[in-house]
């Protein structure tokens, strides 16, 4: 963003980088391992740490502007929208909250733990949990509005297009479900299971 590289490390640290040089602008040490990916709205860096804090930061200075504490590691990457960020934390909860004063505005507590991370469309919340169900939950008041279960565990992110969820489960398979209701519309099954997360171009779903 803005000519700058952003990125966690298993040193404890975020890291800003010259996009063209490599040259460091600034670190911000946090507790634990990194293993977030950072999202930048509005010159204010928002990313998870294994030390159970989501952190906000200055994106041009590394100044920390505020931190949430959750129970667990963060691995989840955020998701920002209308002024809200939206973060899964191992502690099996996927949070809302403010993106201006980290105030938590709601919480949903799944039966797992969350590494997925949370996508957005249209005022619905999609992400995965390991208790083996996708969720979409009521962006603005943390209500579940459908679950579907795979059958196994479910790290792989969304992909939204044409009201069509795409996500990979552990259980071998991806699935594209109506991002209305849940309701399946395909599975595809491999020989193993998906920890990554699907891309799509052109009327493709690409998933390793």
Excluded at 27 to 40: C, E, F, K, L, R
Excluded at 58 to 63: K, L, R
Excluded at 81 to 86: C, F, T
Excluded at 134 to 155: D, E, I, R
């Amino acid at each position: 963003a803005e000519g700058i590289v952003y990125v966690g490390s298993e040193d404890n640290n975020i890291y800003a980088l010259n996009a063209t040089n490599g040259e460091k602008i600034w670190n911000y040490v946090t507790g634990s391992d990194v293993h977030s990916s950072p999202a930048i709205t509005n010159g204010i860096v928002y990313i998870g740490s294994d030390d159970n804090n989501i952190y906000a930061l200055n994106a041009t200075t590394g100044v920390k502007i505020w931190n949430y504490t959750t129970g667990h590691n963060v691995w989840s990457s955020p998701a920002i929208s209308n002024g809200v960020v939206y973060v899964g934390s191992v502690d099996s909860n996927i949070y809302a909250l403010n993106a201006t004063t980290g105030e938590k505005i709601w919480n949903y507590a799944t039966g797992h733990y969350i590494t997925s991370s949370p996508a957005i469309s249209n005022g619905i919340i999609y992400v995965g949990s390991q208790d083996k169900n996708v969720y979409a939950l009521n962006a603005t008041t943390g209500v579940k509005l459908w679950n579907y279960t795979t059958g196994w565990l479910v790290m792989s992110s969304t992909v939204i297009a044409n009201n069509i969820i795409y996500i990979g489960s552990n259980d071998g398979n991806v699935y594209a479900l109506n991002a209305t209701t849940g309701e399946k519309i395909w599975d595809y099954a491999a020989e193993y299971g998906f920890y990554s997360s699907p891309a799509i171009a052109n009327g493709v779903v690409y998933i390793g």
